[in-house]
């Protein structure tokens, strides 16, 4: 059957890419492999919209990595008021609102949020491992409890800062699947968060995941995005991430990693 295979000038592209490039031809369509894979990518991009947030299991991983964490809902009561009424994702359910209300305290400098979003698959994977990176890296912040999020928007992230009166809200929230990356981990920043906010007053870390955008540099990016809304008071369009400056020369990699061990 390979004789019937035509492969596309392009083949040797595809090692640096996992985008669908060089897939070869078989008469007028595409080989059975790719075809498959295709339709494997779409119904698990479909399965991840879908999926609902485990938090239970969440919010005792968070309970072992030493996090106190207030689970909260948006007004949309499940899943298909969720996609289809998005102004519900944006806003706290009465009984939420409660909650946190319980909950305040004296106003902490940030509150991380955890929202599943359109993939919670990618919040249950990324959104731990980033908030124990961070916290090693924010020794001098008032950090407040984790805030586990189901049916949200990046919207929602605004009642709940304004709620617990924080300086700043860091949402980590699943973005909508692609046809490569069905787990992939948004970060949204916000300085002064209060329902009302445009997305314009927002920073945002796109395509957090091992495949993407590794949590070692979206760590990196994001303390220094705090970092600068501290000092600067704002977010959004005025706050340029020039995070990228502040990383090790190579050469400096090559001293730091031939030092020997104190």
Known sequence: MSDFLEKNPWDALRQFTRARIALGRAGYSLPTAPLL???????????????????????????????????VQSAAIDRQ????RP????????????RLAAAQSAPPEVVFVIADGLSALAAMRH??????????????????PVVVARQARVALGDGIGEMLGARLVVMLIGERPGLSSPDSLGIYLTYAPRIGCSDAQRNCISNVRPEGLAYDAAAHKLHYLLNEARRLSLTGVNLKDDSDATLPSPAELSVLSSASPV
Do not use: C
């Open 81 to 84: 008021h969720y996609l289809r």
């Open 87 to 98: 102004d519900l994702g944006r806003r706290l359910d009465d009984a939420s609102l409660a």
């Open 37 to 71: 894979a295709f339709n494997l990518s779409h119904a698990q991009a479909r399965d991840a919209v879908h999926q609902a947030l485990d938090v239970e299991i969440l919010l005792q991983e968070l309970s072992q990595a030493g996090f106190d964490a207030i689970e």
């Open 127 to 144: 959104a731990l491992p980033l908030l124990q990176l961070m916290r090693a890296k924010l020794t001098d912040w008032t950090i407040g």
